[in-house]
């Protein structure tokens, strides 16, 4: 079961005290424009359904869930991508910086997926 504010509340599932912290500090993932339009997308495609307050991920939603390696399934990394965004904006980052690390990041999850 999915509770409303789950993506607001995402500190919750990550053990990684800086990472945590961040999730705090910024009300969890995304934005609260970004988690309405990613919910009714999800409710649209039938990941979720809701139920009184609640929203219920569907047995498709949780068989794919369960397919996806843990890597994909954690928060923490949004929440440093965050980060390193907001410090882009703020000149502390370079865009190219950034980018090496997500092209390093895929390219460990693919060999990952390939060693199986």
């Known amino acids: 079961m999915i509770g ?3 993506e607001e509340n995402a500190a919750r599932f990550v053990s ?10 910024n009300a969890g993932i995304g934005t609260e424009a970004t988690r309405a339009g990613i919910i009714q997308t999800l409710l649209k495609r039938g990941y979720l359904i809701k139920q009184r307050r609640f929203l219920l991920a569907t047995d498709t939603a949780s068989t794919l869930i369960d397919a996806l390696p843990e890597a994909l399934k954690d928060p923490g990394p949004t929440a440093l991508w965050e980060q390193m965004l907001d410090d882009i904006t703020a000149g502390k980052l370079r865009l190219e910086a950034f980018l090496a690390q997500q092209q390093q990041n895929v390219t460990e999850l693919i060999k990952s997926l390939r060693n199986g």
Request: without cysteine; negative net charge.
């Open 4 to 6: 409303e504010n789950d």
């Open 16 to 25: 990684d005290e800086r990472l945590k912290h961040r999730l705090k500090d």
